[in-house]
């Protein structure tokens, strides 16, 4: 597949002697059957009298059948652009139409008031940049035959007849595997050109096609590791803030060692219900998204000092799927059937292997949390007076009874700084808020299969009431206020006015139990992002930081 980003810059130029059809073969079975894309050349007369013709070009996406070789049916016809200079900007053109198609496929989509996604010339422009940045090591090629799949994946999954559906799978899927891994650079510029409104749709579109990737994966071969290439993440350095953003879909996300979990298919002592539940289960994605804030300030003539703090942490499990009414969201069972995250480690510090800083300095102690007790005594007497049963006994009787209850205030998550090398590192836990469990390590069967241990009965209901530990949405969001402290390095003066390159990661745990159905699925599934980013080491002016700690 990367060979038609060249392909369409190598067309021979419109003319008289340049033939009217050109066919790229993209897939092909072993029965005949296959599936090319196709560009046309077509002139045009001059209007108003001229005799000048103008050429444009077209493309399209066309299956043969195993049956009738000699016809194609179009399934996808591009819009018609023009050819009069150079074929560079008619496949800048197509471009931009398969990511505006792909996009306003996209499932699970909020109920926002949104208009076209990116539009024809700020999509060709915010392309072109995409191009400039990445035409170089091949990353833009890549990036095309990532969009060029992934509109061919939606119309073999609503239009095409079903053998193409599976002929797309079995012979495109080491091209999804190879674009995936290639594009990562261009995908990085292309989210960033495009926005957080639009990044959202074109992953959640890209998502679901990788989920139905992994679990036909799955169902061929159930032993078999799921593609690394499946969680894309991408990360820079924008206006002071670090960000970091991932995607994963569930499945491609391996398991924690010990975590129970049955595969997709159901097994004949199982209810209809249980493998119902997984296959829902697949179709999930986790979408994280990392902000730090970074400072540079030189208080010492020996050193400049680099400090940095978490601006927020959003983490969150979305449903890839359609819905006919949106309306009933609320009442569908199943939209609360959900992995939600258990645990989230992000770390940042120097370039592994570097010298040039010192640290890092925390600014947290090590966890040792507050218990908040409530004593409550109460005291109940009475008194028995001159009877005769008390007088044969010697006299009136007092009796008093005391009661003491106590009552502690517990917290879901609990977060702590850690120290690794030369990185600092921000980690949370969620923790059974009745018996203190850590959720990403319990597993069926632990501590002897003690009840008191099993976290399953407190986290039902986890998205309702008032001590829950996600939102309505079925998501965390942890903000500076929750991680005000600040971790710091020293770097030498000699480093003044360099940009140097500094690392940044994120691992995060999901797992799931059941919510509201009764079910005794569950696992905890791990992945795991790492990316470079820039750090300009220029101090503010002034020699004050670029931000305050005073008000934390």
Request: glycine share 10%; proline share 6%; aromatic share 8%.
């Amino acid at each position: 597949m990367d060979e038609v980003w060249p392909w369409l810059a190598s067309l021979p130029p419109p003319g008289p002697d340049t033939p009217p059809r050109s066919s790229f073969p993209l897939s092909a079975s072993h029965d005949g059957g296959s599936i090319v894309l196709q560009a046309d050349c077509t002139s045009t007369s001059g209007s108003g009298g001229s005799t000048a013709e103008s050429v444009v070009i077209g493309f399209s996406l066309a299956v043969h059948s195993a049956n009738d070789d000699d016809v194609a049916h179009a399934l996808w016809t591009s819009e018609t652009f023009s050819a009069a200079s150079q074929l560079a900007a008619p496949r800048l053109q197509l471009m931009a139409q398969l990511l505006d198609e792909v996009i306003a496929l996209a499932p699970s989509i909020a109920s926002l008031s949104l208009g076209r996604n990116l539009g024809p010339d700020a999509s060709e422009s915010k392309l072109d940049a995409v191009i400039e940045a990445t035409g170089t090591d091949g990353s833009a090629a890549a990036f095309f035959s990532l969009a060029l799949l992934l509109r061919l994946f939606w119309l073999c999954a609503l239009e095409a007849p079903a053998d193409f559906g599976y002929l797309f799978f079995q012979a495109l899927g080491a091209e999804i595997e190879r674009a995936l891994g290639n594009c990562t650079r261009a995908l990085g510029v292309f989210l960033l050109a495009v926005g957080p409104d639009v990044e959202e749709r074109f992953m959640r579109s890209l998502g679901y096609m990788l989920a139905k990737w992994c679990l036909l994966r799955e169902m061929q071969a159930p032993s078999a590791a799921s593609p690394d290439v499946a969680c894309l993440s991408y990360a820079s350095e924008v206006h002071g803030l670090w960000v970091l953003k991932g995607y994963a879909p569930v499945l491609a996300m391996p398991r924690v060692a010990g975590a129970r979990a049955a595969p997709i298919t159901a097994s004949p002592q199982e209810l209809p219900e249980e493998p119902a539940l997984r296959y829902g289960l697949v179709h999930q994605q986790l979408e994280a998204v990392a902000q730090l804030e970074y400072a540079v300030s030189v208080r010492d003539k020996r050193f400049i000092s680099v400090g940095v703090r978490v601006d927020n942490i959003r983490v969150r499990v979305v449903r890839l799927g359609y819905r006919k009414n949106d309306a009933t969201e609320g009442d569908d069972v199943m939209d609360g059937e959900r992995h939600f995250p258990s645990r989230i480690r992000l770390w940042v510090g120097p370039r592994f292997g570097s010298s040039y800083a010192t640290g890092p300095s925390l600014g947290r102690s090590t966890g040792n949390p507050e218990r908040e007790v409530e004593m409550t005594r109460t005291v109940k007497g009475s008194f028995s007076g001159a009877t005769k049963l008390a007088n044969s006994n010697g006299g009136p009787r007092v009796k008093a009874k005391m009661r003491t209850s106590a009552r502690a205030r517990n917290r879901s998550w609990r977060w702590e700084q850690e120290a690794e090398g030369s990185a600092g590192v921000f980690e949370g836990v969620l923790c059974d808020p009745v018996t203190g469990t850590e959720v990403s390590a319990w597993h069926a069967g632990a501590n002897g299969g003690a009840a008191e241990a099993d976290p399953s009965n407190s986290m039902r209901r986890r998205y309702g009431g008032p001590g829950r530990a996600f939102s309505k949405m079925r998501g965390l969001m942890v903000a500076s206020d929750e991680l005000p402290e600040e971790v710091t390095w020293r770097v030498g003066r000699e480093a003044e006015g360099r940009t140097m390159r500094w690392r940044v990661g994120l691992r995060g745990w999901v797992s799931y139990l059941p919510n509201e159905v009764r079910s005794r699925h569950f696992e905890t599934r791990c992945v795991e992002w790492a990316h470079e980013v820039d750090l300009p080491l220029v101090a503010a002016a002034n020699g004050e930081e670029s931000w305050s700690f005073r008000n934390l």
